[in-house]
């Protein structure tokens, strides 16, 4: 088994995207539990590549290529969970905001949130904070991932925020914010619950949020 | 040497003779709101009519003080050019492309009249006021996208991205080249308009790409795009780029457009001798969030560090108290 596992793992570091579905057929085929799959081999990869990204070891184009290669590995495997959606650690609605129409981030983010066993409903780009607060009304999401390329469309996060609290709907989900022109700092000062400063740390912070669920 | 705005920046960008205080300027846009009321030109007017995008730039120079005055605030002007479909925004928001027209790596078609299609010609004719207007005075800055901010426009970043993730090297290099003769063509352009000094942005940031990416797919287009271009060129890339700063300088280029996560005092250390460093005032932070005193204490930083050409480190958000830009110019007249 620990060699289907490992095969695994390093296909999905490596982005050997034409081979992975092969690699957890054959692993299914052998008898590995699918969900050891997903989490020891699909998500611990992508934990391997989050951190490879974060120390500058590898980059976007390389991360993309991994996140591609897990979801297919992903797609062979769901369908053999048993309980189906009942397994998923929680709903993320994920957005980049307002103006803004730049999506790698949050496309990455969302792929990692889902290989983590999330359900992720991705808005798209270019979202109005009205809009936002009326899909959160209606989804009821556990959190809120808002990501902003720009320093020009940055501020509309703080406005994402008010909206929820207008609404009286801040307490009922955790904000996660993120994107390049975005740190810590802002991320405190507009009142967000959290700030992931790259795709691994916003997948630890939704992990951290969901395992604090009652 | 005359002491004016124009021949300070020019000396700083090409390692001449400092004068009596050093160059404050503006490679990437300082449209915010407050510039475009002094001004009385708004967004999307000062991206599609020459006449308002003139004035915005003078302003720049007449209102806060900088050396310098650029009238390209957009990033897409090439690509609206090259047939994406751009929504040009409005007052609180820059214009973005819509559409990727060559998502699928199909061959770029270049108009006969690209220099003439609406978007380039604005650029070209404000730079023509410009120097009508301060010419040899003030320091006039163009700017153009190169080949691989172009692809993200083209075929779509992530698009872009996942092809030289996957290693396709042939559909990579072939649009890259294919855009090369639209920057060479359109930077030329802009200095037989008027332009001074030409800012080539090519956004192979840290962000998106690694130093190795650049090194095999943008260096050797940006020494060819350098030798066959008819002036003085600042290289625009953002994000931290303390991992290719010896790459960029490489480039045939005179300057390097730099963001304050690069440590300035490391930056004039490791490539000052051979390229002249611009920019370095944090946007995010110091000119949105700050106070002028914040502003002025980094501009100080830079000047200390010995920084050519200080200002902005890349385009300011439309936010920026306008107060905050006024802070680098008063730092930089307090001399070296």
């Given at each position: 088994m620990a060699d289907h596992l490992q095969?695994?793992?390093?296909?999905?570091?490596?982005?050997?995207?034409?081979?992975?579905?092969?690699?957890?057929?054959?692993?299914?085929?052998?008898?590995?539990?699918?969900?050891?799959?997903?989490?020891?081999?699909?998500?611990?990869?992508?934990?391997?590549?989050?951190?490879?990204?974060?120390?500058?070891?590898?980059?976007?184009?390389?991360?993309?290529?991994?996140?591609?290669?897990?979801?297919?590995?992903?797609?062979?495997?769901?369908?053999?969970?048993?309980?189906?959606?009942?397994?998923?650690?929680?709903?993320?609605?994920?957005?980049?905001?307002?103006?803004?129409?730049?999506?790698?981030?949050?496309?990455?983010?969302?792929?990692?949130?889902?290989?983590?066993?999330f359900k992720v409903m991705d808005l798209g780009v270019d979202l109005s904070a009205e809009k936002l607060v009326d899909q959160v009304k209606s989804i009821r999401p556990d959190i809120l991932g808002l990501s902003a390329l720009l320093t020009t469309t940055m501020p509309q996060m703080q406005r994402v925020i008010g909206a929820l609290k207008d609404q009286g709907l801040r307490d009922r989900v955790k904000v996660l914010v993120g994107g390049a022109p975005v740190d810590r700092n802002f991320a405190e000062k507009i009142g967000a619950d959290g700030y992931g400063a790259n795709a691994a740390e916003a997948v630890a912070l939704a992990r951290r949020f969901a395992a604090a669920q009652p | 040497m005359k002491l004016n705005p124009r021949n300070l920046v020019m000396s700083a960008l090409l390692?001449?003779?400092?004068?009596?205080?050093?160059?404050?300027?503006?490679?990437?846009?300082?449209?915010?709101?407050?510039?475009?009321?002094?001004?009385?030109?708004?967004?999307?007017?000062?991206?599609?009519?020459?006449?308002?995008?003139?004035?915005?730039?003078?302003?720049?120079?007449?209102?806060?003080?900088?050396?310098?005055?650029?009238?390209?605030?957009?990033?897409?002007?090439?690509?609206?050019?090259?047939?994406?479909?751009?929504?040009?925004?409005?007052?609180?928001?820059?214009?973005?492309?819509?559409?990727?027209?060559?998502?699928?790596?199909?061959?770029?078609?270049?108009?006969?009249?690209?220099l003439e299609k609406p978007s380039c010609r604005v650029v070209l004719d404000a730079l023509s006021i410009l120097r009508r207007q301060v010419g040899g005075r003030v320091a006039i800055i163009?700017?153009?996208?190169?080949?691989?901010?172009?692809?993200?426009?083209?075929?779509?970043?992530?698009?872009?991205?996942?092809?030289?993730?996957?290693?396709?090297?042939?559909?990579?290099?072939?649009?890259?080249?294919?855009?090369?003769?639209?920057?060479i063509a359109f930077i030329n352009a802009q200095f037989a308009a008027g332009a001074d000094v030409v800012v080539l942005a090519d956004h192979a940031t840290r962000n998106l790409v690694g130093p190795y990416h650049y090194k095999e797919y943008l260096l050797p287009i940006h020494q060819e795009i350098t030798a066959q271009v008819g002036g003085p060129i600042i290289l625009h890339v953002c994000g931290n780029c303390s991992d290719r700063l010896e790459l960029f300088a490489e480039s045939g280029v005179d300057a390097y457009h730099f963001e304050w996560q690069v440590d300035a005092k490391e930056a004039v250390r490791r490539i000052g001798s051979r390229v002249s460093l611009a920019g370095n005032i944090n946007n995010p932070q110091t000119l949105l969030q700050g106070t002028p005193e914040d502003v002025y204490r980094q501009a100080r930083y830079a000047i200390e560090a010995g920084v050519h050409l200080i200002g902005p480190e890349c385009a300011i958000p439309l936010s920026t108290p306008i107060e905050n830009l006024k802070a680098i110019a008063e730092a930089v007249r307090s001399g070296f």
């Open positions: 095969t695994i793992r390093d296909a999905v570091i490596g982005g050997k995207h034409g081979e992975i579905k092969a690699l957890v057929q054959k692993a299914l085929e052998a008898g590995v539990d699918p969900g050891t799959i997903i989490n020891d081999a699909l998500i611990a990869a992508m934990d391997v590549v989050g951190a490879d990204f974060g120390t500058g070891r590898i980059f976007v184009p390389e991360m993309l290529v991994s996140a591609v290669t897990m979801k297919s590995g992903l797609e062979v495997v769901k369908p053999r969970l048993a309980g189906g959606e009942s397994r998923f650690r929680g709903t993320v609605v994920m957005a980049t905001v307002k103006g803004d129409l730049h999506d790698i981030g949050k496309n990455l983010v969302s792929m990692m949130l889902e290989g983590a066993g | 390692g001449g003779r400092p004068g009596p205080r050093p160059a404050v300027g503006n490679p990437t846009s300082i449209a915010c709101h407050g510039l475009m009321e002094k001004a009385g030109v708004f967004f999307p007017e000062a991206h599609l009519n020459a006449q308002a995008m003139a004035e915005l730039a003078l302003a720049g120079h007449a209102e806060i003080g900088f050396d310098t005055v650029m009238p390209e605030y957009s990033v897409v002007q090439e690509a609206a050019a090259l047939g994406a479909q751009v929504d040009w925004g409005d007052r609180d928001q820059m214009p973005d492309v819509k559409n990727f027209p060559n998502a699928d790596f199909s061959d770029i078609v270049i108009p006969a009249d690209f163009g700017k153009v996208m190169g080949p691989w901010t172009m692809s993200y426009h083209m075929a779509g970043t992530q698009n872009f991205l996942l092809a030289v993730g996957m290693g396709e090297r042939d559909k990579v290099t072939k649009m890259l080249r294919q855009l090369v003769p639209v920057t």
